[in-house]
């Protein structure tokens, strides 16, 4: 059973950083896409980054674009999320997730929360 554990969340004032972290247990296959996602009360959960586990390269959501960061670990089976200059509306519960595709996941952390103050 494929486990994602998401740590690095809290609260910060807008043009703020934080970065969170992803530990997929066990080594992903070459195949696997791993992702984030967020969520806010209310709404669905929306794509934020992905990113190829093989070739390590990254898509980005034009709202994110330009400040957050995916990046990979090997040694650690970990991915980050690098987030700059934070704005309000970056406000949400932040999501790992892990699948094949861009922009999708089959399989979810617990997720954390981010908070993002004006």
């Known amino acids: 059973q494929v486990q994602l554990q998401e740590s690095g969340g809290g609260s910060v004032q807008a043009g703020g950083s934080l970065t969170l972290s992803c530990v997929h247990s066990?080594?992903?296959?070459?195949?696997?896409?791993m992702g984030w996602f967020r969520q806010t009360p209310g709404n669905g959960r929306e794509w934020v980054a992905s990113?190829?586990?093989?070739?390590?390269?990254?898509y980005y959501a034009d709202s994110v674009k330009g400040r957050f960061t995916m990046t990979k670990d090997n040694t650690k089976n970990a991915v980050y999320l690098q987030m700059n200059n934070l704005r309000p509306e970056d406000t949400a519960v932040y999501y790992c997730?892990?699948?094949?595709?861009?922009?999708?996941?089959?399989?979810w952390g617990q997720g954390t929360q981010v908070t993002v103050s004006s």
């Open positions: 997730g892990r699948s094949i595709n861009i922009g999708e996941a089959n399989y």
């Open positions: 066990g080594r992903p296959y070459s195949s696997h896409v």
């Open positions: 990113l190829r586990w093989s070739s390590g390269r990254t």
